[in-house]
């Protein structure tokens, strides 16, 4: 209930704010602008604003401020931080933008061109914009100040603490989208050769691209090394936001400099090939893709390298191995639907010039066949590159190998392929069968009746070969990984400590047999001495013999080394589990019952990572947060791919 009050009173707060600071903007710029028609109309409307406004933001302001003082559950909750950081990205973002406008003004004005061709704010006033800016500075400053004194008394910052984290990776993005826009523009205005002068015709480009350089690159490089200055902190070296942030840029970094080499080749294929195209027109349109190309190259090498030395940092062993594994994954499957497209458009061609539906020349010619070059050459080595070392890693007879063929990812992949290739192959097959009944059935003759079913029969093979090929590939992993759990099953001994009624043993015996059929479980009586020769990997003990063993067994487990797992059987072992921990794993563990104490000896025997359960419960708000965080980088994925596309197509 409190959750939803919180999240009711902070709304509120949240848009009356926007909508008071509006309405003084709107205000302060009717004031100062110079009498024209429809004022009267605007301030009325920004009167109206902040009439109303005003006291709704304050009687819901007010009582946040009084409840979080009063409670240190609501002074540390989520949902109050952001709040803050909410309203200062609502504030220094249209702060920036109105900076953006007006240096993008003063930029166009000093080049004597009209700054009716600004990027931004190309019919606003400096009054506008200064107004802007400052009724925003205000307005953070304000809340800037009660959010550094929050952080003084806080009892617990991390709630706070994950909502700044987002907070200024978004900034980063904010600042990084405006330098490569900046960047992409200048190149692009660099390779724009007209008719006449040199650029003379799109000088306004270059200025506009020039003002987005100087407002941006401050903000990604101050933002960037806020980050980077966090790093000492363990929360933030190793938090999962920073790995996405990580992947999305190199990832949106190779696939755009991927696209944009897949375009500048099929541009130089076409002018092989014959195409009538002029020294200037080749250089015009290879500078597209190449203008959006090279920052983004940068943006992969860079945060490439970063990505790189953040798993290498914060993780070891197999666990490294699987925070890389996504992005071989990832560029794996790319490459290899750019190939198989590729392949698939090579054999079309091949097939319509041999039915007679392709000219040996003209320009249908030449662009089916540059772009399947094209394609093919971008995809194959790409697939290639990425698939062949997951596979080699995958066939190692080690515990790496085991590690790999198991991998949530590389069954995703695989599976995903397979899925892909059924639904594919089913289509052709449809399309195949539909064609032939339909000429059987029809009157008139079928217009292209042959290329239409060798086009058919081309894709269901390829289909087919993918398919195969990667069938094979999950059965030699499901092959591989079986002979490794059975002989690292079998090479681990289990004991098992039985009460006097002999009932533990067997509900032990019963639960592993379901498990972990090939694990050696050996049975031994409490009350009995235990074997010398007797050689145990873990044991498994009752909480009534682990409260109260005899003489002989405590004798035994103190010079024991392994791991215990401890399964309640009476009430006086069912009290709060008490874990003796180490850096690598606890020592004892107590589990619910003999099926979980099946599944964790299972994956000790396994060499799976060996985590107890936590009470840690992450906040609803910050799987909110993240959420949003996840869809803003996906959105700048798609923006910077949309650069990349318009600039390849000329747009």
């Known amino acids: 209930m409190k959750t939803v009050r919180r999240l009711y009173f902070y709304a509120v707060a949240f848009v009356s704010l926007e909508v008071v600071l509006w309405g003084l903007i709107g205000l302060l710029r009717t004031t100062f602008n110079a009498p024209e028609f429809g004022s009267a109309q605007a301030l009325a409307q920004a009167l109206a604003l902040i009439l109303v406004g005003v006291p709704i933001f304050l009687v819901h302001w007010l009582w946040a401020q009084r409840v979080s003082r009063q ?36 930029l166009l004005g000093a080049a004597r061109l009209s700054v009716e061709r600004a990027l931004f704010g190309g019919f606003q006033t400096w009054p506008d914009n200064v107004i802007a800016i400052l009724m925003n500075l205000l307005v953070a400053a304000y809340f800037w100040n009660i959010l550094r004194g929050e952080w ?187 190939a198989f497209i590729g392949v698939t458009l090579l054999i079309s ?49 080690t515990d790496a190998g085991d590690h790999a063929r198991r991998s949530v990812v590389r069954k ?75 002989e690292k099953q079998s090479a681990f001994p289990l004991l098992v400590f039985d009460t006097a009624d002999g009932k533990f043993g067997e509900s032990m015996k019963a639960a592993l047999a379901e498990q972990s059929p090939n694990l050696p479980v050996t049975v031994v009586a409490a009350a009995q001495p235990v074997p010398k020769d007797l050689k145990a990997a873990a044991v498994v003990l009752p909480g009534s013999l682990a409260i109260d063993p005899p003489e002989s067994l405590r004798t035994w487990l103190h010079g024991f080394n392994g791991k215990r797992l401890i399964v309640p059987d009476t009430a006086a072992s069912r009290a709060e589990p008490v874990e003796a921990q180490s850096n690598r794993a606890p020592a004892v563990v107590w589990t619910q019952d003999a099926q979980q104490a099946a599944l964790w000896a299972r ?25 949003f965080a996840a869809l803003f980088a996906l959105e700048l994925l798609f923006v910077l791919l949309a650069f990349g596309f318009a600039a390849i197509s000329g747009f």
């Open 71 to 106: 409670d240190e559950q609501e002074k540390t909750a989520s949902l109050r931080a952001v709040f803050f950081y909410a309203i200062l990205l609502s504030t220094l973002i249209p702060a920036v933008q109105n900076l953006l406008a007006l240096i993008n003004r003063l």
């Open 152 to 338: 003084k008394t806080l009892p617990d910052t991390e709630n706070f603490a994950e909502v700044r984290r987002l907070y200024r990776y978004i900034w980063v993005l904010y600042g990084l989208l405006m330098v490569v826009f900046g960047a992409q523009q200048i190149l692009r205005y660099i390779f724009y050769i007209p008719a006449g002068t040199l650029g003379g015709l799109r000088r306004e480009t270059f200025v506009n691209a020039l003002a987005l350089l100087v407002v941006g690159t401050p903000i990604w490089v101050y933002s960037w090394r806020l980050v980077q200055d966090s790093l000492p902190d363990p929360a933030e070296s190793g938090s999962t936001l920073r790995l996405g942030v990580l992947y999305v840029l190199a990832l949106s970094g190779v696939i755009t400099v991927l696209t944009a080499g897949g375009s500048v080749l099929d541009i130089l294929l076409r002018r092989l090939l014959g195409e009538p195209m002029g020294w200037s027109d080749l250089i015009q349109q290879i500078g597209g893709p190449i203008s959006i190309g090279v920052p983004l190259a940068a943006i992969w090498a860079y945060y490439g390298r970063w990505l790189d030395l953040h798993i290498q940092s914060s993780a070891q062993g197999p666990r490294r191995d699987g925070l890389k594994r996504p992005y071989y994954y990832i560029l794996s499957f790319i490459g290899l639907t750019t």
């Open 349 to 397: 061609f091949m097939i319509d010039l041999a039915t007679g539906r392709a000219a040996i020349v003209g320009d249908v010619f030449r662009n089916q066949l540059a772009g399947a070059i094209s394609t093919i050459v971008i995809g194959l080595p790409l697939w290639l590159a990425m698939w062949r070392p997951m596979q080699a890693q995958a066939a190692q007879e």
């Open 412 to 486: 995703a992949y695989l599976y995903l392929v397979l899925f892909a290739s059924v639904i594919g192959g089913m289509v052709a097959a449809v399309v195949l069968v539909f064609t032939l009944i339909n000429s059987l059935l029809a009157s008139d003759a079928v217009s292209n009746l042959v290329p239409t079913i060798l086009n058919s029969l081309q894709l269901l093979l390829l289909f087919s070969v993918v398919l195969l090929y990667h069938l094979l590939a999950l059965r030699r992993d499901g092959a591989s990984a079986a002979d490794a759990l059975l």
């Open 603 to 627: 994956a000790l025997a396994e060499g799976q990572e060996f985590r107890p359960p936590t009470t840690r419960r992450t906040s609803a708000f910050m799987v909110v947060a993240y959420i």
